[in-house]
């Protein structure tokens, strides 16, 4: 089992739409979480950190659920820039590396 | 601010060549520094890191090589190329304790 699972999508929505990722990890001990932002030909950016009780930034939400070992992000209101590829990514002690997702990638259609 | 350079942009090679890539961070000290290859199409594939000068952990067995000569230089190094070693190469940083990382803007590597 791969450590972090990421449907690859495509996801093809219209502007406007809301769309949810889902991401599962294996390692139960996982201490972080986040999502990043991958466009095409560019690096990882960071798009925001998942906490315990849910956060949210504007038209962004992000959920973590420990006990199911599954993480959210919830894009409301999609605009064009948001097309991109979107990056699970899971850190399981504080000096390890990240582990990446493969990403799901989004198109937003006019 | 802390800031991560990475050069070159991009670059072309031939099989059999000597392969150097280097990664240098600004504005902070003892970061934790490393080497992603991200082939195309494909994830993320985490190849080196380091926790501070002269240690390095390689996670995939193969024809690359790290070093970190000095606090805030990370180099990627191969003697000789391979076909399978194109791709997009991305040193990141980040400080300890459960934070995130940043990257520099990747070495888009062609081996021909």
């Known amino acids: 089992r791969k450590e972090v699972e990421q449907d690859p999508g495509p996801f093809n929505v219209p502007e406007g739409a809301t769309v949810a990722f889902n991401c599962t990890y294996s390692n139960s001990a996982s201490q972080s979480f986040f999502w990043y932002r991958q466009d095409c030909r560019k690096e990882p950016k960071l798009l925001m950190s998942v906490y315990s009780s849910g956060n949210e930034d504007g038209r962004f939400t992000a959920q973590l659920n420990r006990a199911s070992q599954y993480i959210s992000l919830l894009i409301r209101d999609s605009k064009l820039s948001d097309s991109a590829t979107y990056l699970c990514?899971?850190?399981?002690?504080?000096?390890?590396?990240?582990?990446f997702g493969k990403g799901t990638r989004l198109s937003v259609i006019a | 601010s802390q800031t991560i350079h990475q050069w070159p942009a991009t670059l072309v090679q031939p099989v059999g060549s000597p392969l150097s890539l280097e990664c240098t961070v600004e504005?902070?000290?003892?970061?934790?520094l490393y080497w992603y290859r991200q082939a195309a199409g494909r994830g993320l594939q985490l190849l080196f890191y380091?926790?501070?000068?002269?240690?390095i952990s390689s996670e995939v067995p193969q024809n690359l090589s790290a070093s970190r000569p000095q606090d805030r230089q990370f180099i990627l190094s191969s003697k000789k190329l391979l076909l399978s070693d194109s791709g997009f190469y991305l040193c990141?940083?980040?400080?300890?304790?459960?934070?995130?990382?940043?990257f520099g803007q990747g070495t888009r590597l062609t081996v021909v």
């Open positions: 990514v899971v850190r399981n002690s504080g000096n390890t590396p990240l582990v």
């Open positions: 504005g902070t000290s003892n970061p934790n």
């Open positions: 990141a940083w980040s400080v300890v304790r459960n934070t995130e990382a940043f």
């Open positions: 380091s926790v501070g000068i002269g240690q």
